[in-house]
């Protein structure tokens, strides 16, 4: 039987706010355990919430973003069950009527066709704290500094029908929140976690087989995998007469599967109802304009401009517009050297392999993007050819100044004078008349052999498209 | 010194007549002695009373007195005091000392008054007789045999036995007014939002609201001047101004309109109390009021909505003690099931676990329309009610509870009926609305409660209704035997 | 009349009937521990209070908005400020068992 695999994700971004989202405790990273819980909180009693604007203004500007409708009304609302990390016994978030109602975003199938994905909604809700199963000898310890840190919730369609569509859906939303600055995306701090909702059914059938939810998924590699080992899982247990639990399952990384979590899911009743501590959330037009008003280029968008403007190909265009900070680094190197082409093939080529390689991101760049534009004015000018300018590339990578700098303390200039090639091609032929004969008798091969001679005499300075040229006169005789 | 008001205590303590110490060492010196019949008092802080007391004491002589420099008042054990233990008359909380103040209690201080203590109260405010106190129930001043009321009647029982110049309380289904009534006394619960919830361990949020009890609408005037206010840390705090309401206390009743809600003279209202009152509705007709019949055809409907709404919140409300941060924790917990489920049942007495039932279930799946979102709905049509009576009224009379005080122990066994003792007061709370007790003539000896409910933040109004009746009668000047 | 169906709250026509087995799913809920022997009473005493809850349904309540809150205000938004400082020596001194600053429980298992 063929199979059709139904996913849809919902993704916690913590939104960067300075303060958590109904009490005025910081939310910075790192902080020693339970320092950064204030009275609210710890849910002491008698303590009350109030939210914080930042956190409504981010959530704003990403139902713009995915162009959404911002609720004029939304209303907060009391999940309730008992945790340890979870201070109140209920954690405040939105449920009926959320802030960000029905958008959509693009992503870019392999084949190269654009899906549209849905965006159900996204709310505004509080993160709990972290409770540390290690070292405390048959207890649990409860850190609450992340507890009130503001998250949204984006919650998706079930549109995305494989673990790869999952993923480019996923990456394409950690995009959005990070060019519109409302995440910092820090997926090892626990920034951006993502559930999947999967299930399959038989191609053709119309209404959905049952789901199993993976939880907290904090890798793009990650949530690949575990959709494809819980596609195979569930075929298998159906294809062998099974049934699927509708249920949360965790991945294991280290094995590489996941596993049904063994807590009471079914007696869960979250008894929902609108927090009494907190009055309806008034979204007007003016708070809409003020909190989009310098909402920058999005993805998409710019995507297409710098295949319209720049001529790059589709594959460049999607590359530099991975984040806002690539893109702009691209198109202040094509503003200054005045190539985008010639920027494009750089940027995407030897910087992102340099930055990988050094596990660097581009706001990290040791070369600045008015460096290496400098690097390919001299590309443009001729003082270096290809070769040449990354070996400056990497002295300047490494910290070795600036371009003309490294080109004049290395002798790297390339050599453009005819004469002094034509000395050279001289003398290298006076000194293989053996491999002349050859080439004159028709074996053509035998003319890399002197452009091998040419520019190791050069110490590889010679111009190459010179050297070609005044090489096929010479040897014509 | 205990029977003046406290506008006299201000004007003696400013006039150096006696000190603020001397005060506050007659206050304790009375508590000592008279409590242990009431058991009104939690906790005595004769300590940071006196320590008080000589700061106001201090400022006075510097003439930087506040309003309420120097006067001995007591707090309901529900306001959390930066500390001094704040225990909600809850096992679970009996050794809980808040490191903040209630937003409350913050203002009391700063207008200079000296806090004697935490008062008595049902547990975490969930009962109408103060039989519920994890430190044993309060006794009436009046008749020993019967209950002060509740929640607040801790506060009720110190008022009424001058064991406080004035006290907190709180209201969620009529808290301050029916003790106020069985003891009295003058009790005030403002509009919801009038007096920031900060601080205030919660019961049911959208109900709960702060108040004041004293002996005379001219005394919570002078409190509830201080207390009331937009406080930014809460926000369901209401951005109204506040009126001086010691200002309109004299305004004449010439004009007054006043309805008369005929749901609340039917059945189940005793003869005696229905007498008293019709007579203080005929005092106020001498002051100048017309008299007008309205119905709130809805009101009836305020118990079984109540029972609701509060239950479901307070259900919500109260999982945070769960014996991990604060508060009781059972001894050896097996696991983390057994500290959750042993500490909680410990930790809380039985009206409390039964409320906290009730709640889950309403709010449970499948029954949430049925009874939370239909509660929901019939509060709407309650409040509804309100504001059309106040487009032909300005102030709404009637009893503030169906009878006397009652005997100690007669209802603790049926939640039904003691739950049915607030039927006149909870519809104010439904409606958010401001609400008031005044004593009027007693029934065999027993104090009986006039209640006022005013349009939203129309509190100076009530309290110059109040304030009016208490200046033509003498009623609310009537002290227990034994404690005068 | 409403009033004498309220007053004689023990003669309702179709009694609610909680039983153990809904006791014992509202007590795990809210995490409450309750003996066998107290099932019956409290399935008895949220019987009643049920009974007289049950006096909504004589309401059409068709059309009518719910009122989460008696006023009708928006929410107050607080601007980002940190203001909070560490206060954890403070809380952690009510707290029944610390170490190393992190609040202790028995052993949680997932």
């Known amino acids: 039987m063929q199979w059709e695999t139904v996913i849809g994700l919902e993704i916690h971004t913590q939104l960067a706010t300075r303060s958590k989202i109904f009490s005025a405790t910081s939310t910075a990273f790192g902080a020693e355990p339970n320092t950064q819980a204030s009275a609210i909180d710890l849910g002491l009693p008698g303590v009350l919430p109030v939210l914080n604007e930042e956190a409504v203004r981010l959530a704003v500007r990403f139902g713009a973003a995915i162009g959404a409708e911002i609720a004029p009304r939304s209303v907060f609302a009391r999940k309730n069950y008992f945790y340890p990390d979870l201070p109140k016994g209920y954690q405040i978030s939105q449920y009926e009527l959320p802030v960000v109602g029905r958008g959509q975003v693009e992503i870019l199938l392999e084949d190269g066709s654009v899906k549209t994905i849905g965006v159900t909604r996204a709310h505004l809700e509080e993160d709990a704290g972290k409770s540390l199963h290690e070292d405390f000898q048959g207890y649990t310890g409860i850190d609450l500094n992340r507890a009130g840190t503001p998250l949204l919730e984006i919650v998706s369609e079930p549109d995305l029908r494989s673990p790869q569509e999952a993923v480019a859906y996923a990456k394409k939303i950690h995009q959005i929140v990070r060019y519109i600055g409302i995440s910092d995306g820090n997926m090892q701090e626990g920034s951006f976690r993502m559930d999947a909702n999967v299930s399959v059914r038989p191609v053709g059938q119309k209404t959905f087989g049952t789901r199993a939810e993976i939880k907290n998924v904090n890798s793009f590699r990650f949530l690949e995998k575990a959709i494809e080992f819980e596609v195979e899982r569930q075929i298998e247990l159906i294809e062998r007469g099974g049934q699927v639990v509708q249920e949360t399952r965790l991945y294991d990384p280290t094995k590489d599967e996941t596993r049904s979590m063994r807590t009471k899911e079914e007696a869960n009743d979250y008894r929902y109802f609108p927090d009494p501590d907190l009055l309806p959330l008034e979204i007007d037009a003016a708070f809409i304009e003020a909190a989009t008003a310098d909402l920058p280029e999005l993805p998409d968008a710019k995507r297409a401009r710098f295949r319209a403007d720049y001529g790059l190909s589709d594959y460049d265009a999607n590359l530099l517009t991975a984040s806002r900070e690539l893109a702009d680094y691209f198109e202040a190197v094509a503003r200054i050297c005045g190539e985008p082409k010639l920027a494009a093939n750089w940027v995407s080529g030897e910087l992102m392999a340099a930055l990988n390689k050094s596990e660097r991101d581009i706001s990290d760049s040791p070369v600045s993007a008015a460096q290496l534009a400098g690097l390919l004015e001299r590309i443009q000018d001729k003082t270096l050819s290809g070769k040449l300018a990354k070996q400056v590339f990497e002295a300047m990578f490494q910290g070795e100044g600036e371009v003309d700098a490294i080109i004049k303390a290395r002798g790297l200039k390339q050599i453009t004078d005819t004469g002094a090639i034509e000395t050279m091609i001289d003398a290298i032929i006076a000194a293989n008349p053996a491999q002349v004969e050859q080439y004159r008798a028709g074996k053509d091969k035998v003319f890399g052999f002197f452009v091998g001679q040419v520019m190791k005499a050069s110490a590889g300075k010679a111009n190459p498209a010179q050297v070609n040229e005044l090489l096929k006169r010479k040897l014509q005789g | 010194m205990q029977n003046k008001s406290i506008a006299e205590l201000a004007a003696d303590l400013r006039l150096r007549r006696y000190s603020s110490l001397e005060l506050t060492r007659h206050y304790l010196e009375r508590i000592e002695r008279l409590d242990a019949r009431l058991n009104s008092y939690i906790t005595v802080d004769a300590e940071g009373a006196l320590a008080a007391a000589e700061r106001a004491d201090e400022a006075l002589r510097r003439d930087a007195a506040g309003p309420l420099t120097g006067i001995p008042i007591a707090h309901k054990d529900i306001f959390c005091t930066a500390g001094l233990r704040t225990t909600c008359a809850s096992r679970m909380l009996e050794n809980f000392t808040a490191p903040y103040d209630a937003t409350v209690v913050e203002r009391l201080a700063a207008a200079g008054a000296v806090v004697l203590g935490k008062t008595n109260m049902d547990e975490f405010a969930m009962g109408s007789s103060n039989e519920t106190s994890h430190f044993g129930p309060v006794r009436n001043p009046w008749d020993a045999a019967r209950v002060p009321g509740g929640s607040s009647g801790g506060s009720a029982a110190a008022v009424a036995a001058r064991l406080c110049a004035a006290a907190t309380g709180t209201d969620t289904g009529g808290s301050i007014r029916q003790p106020a009534a069985f003891c009295g006394i003058t009790g005030i619960k403002p509009t919801y939002g009038r007096c920031s919830r900060w601080g205030m361990i919660a019961f049911a949020s959208s109900l709960d609201q702060a108040g004041v009890m004293a002996r005379s609408a001219a005394d919570a005037a002078c409190l509830l001047d201080e207390m009331a206010g937009f406080d930014r840390r809460d926000s369901t705090s209401a951005e109204v101004p506040v009126p001086d309401y010691v200002d309109s206390l004299d305004d004449d009743l010439h004009g007054l309109r006043i309805g008369l809600p005929k749901e609340y003279f039917g059945e189940g209202l005793d003869p005696g109390v229905a007498r008293s009152v019709e007579a203080a509705i005929r005092e106020y007709e001498q002051l100048g009021a017309t008299i007008k019949d309205i119905s709130l055809p809805n009101s009836p409907l305020s118990v079984p909505v109540y029972y609701v709404v509060a239950p479901a919140e307070c259900s919500s409300n109260l999982a945070r003690f769960d014996g991990v941060r604060y508060g009781h924790r059972c001894e050896h917990p097996a696991s983390l099931e057994d500290l959750y489920t042993r500490s909680r049942a410990e930790g809380f007495g039985a009206e409390v676990r039964r409320r906290i039932m009730i709640g889950t279930y309403v709010l449970s799946a499948g029954y949430y329309d049925a009874y939370y979102l239909k509660a929901q709905k019939i509060r709407q049509l309650i409040a509804q009610d309100f504001r059309r009576a106040f487009e032909e009224v300005d102030v709404i009379l009637g009893p503030t509870s169906p009878t006397t005080a009652f005997a100690l122990g007669a209802k603790l066994d049926d939640p039904v009926a003691m739950y049915l003792n607030d039927i006149y007061t909870i519809a104010t709370n439904l409606a958010g609305l401001p609400g008031m007790s005044i004593p009027i003539e007693p029934v065999a000896g027993l104090p009986v409660g006039l209640q006022l409910i005013g349009n939203y933040f129309q509190e100076a109004r009530l309290l110059n209704v109040a304030h009016r009746f208490q200046h033509a009668t003498h009623w609310h000047q009537a002290a227990p035997a034994g404690f005068e | ?110």
């Open chain 3, 1 to 110: 009349m409403l009033w004498s169906l309220v007053f004689h709250s023990g003669y309702w026509q179709n009694p609610m009937s909680l039983d153990c087995t809904d006791v014992a799913k509202m007590a795990h809920l809210a995490r409450l521990a309750i003996d066998s022997g107290q099932c019956e009473r409290y399935a008895a005493d949220l019987s009643n209070i049920l009974d007289l809850v049950a006096r909504m349904d004589a309401v059409d309540t068709s059309g009518v908005e719910p009122m989460a809150h008696p006023l009708q205000m928006a929410q107050r938004l607080r601007p980002d400020v940190v203001e909070e400082s560490d206060r954890r020596a403070d809380f952690q001194a009510l707290a029944p068992l610390t170490d190393n600053g992190l609040y202790l429980v028995p052993k949680v298992i997932d």
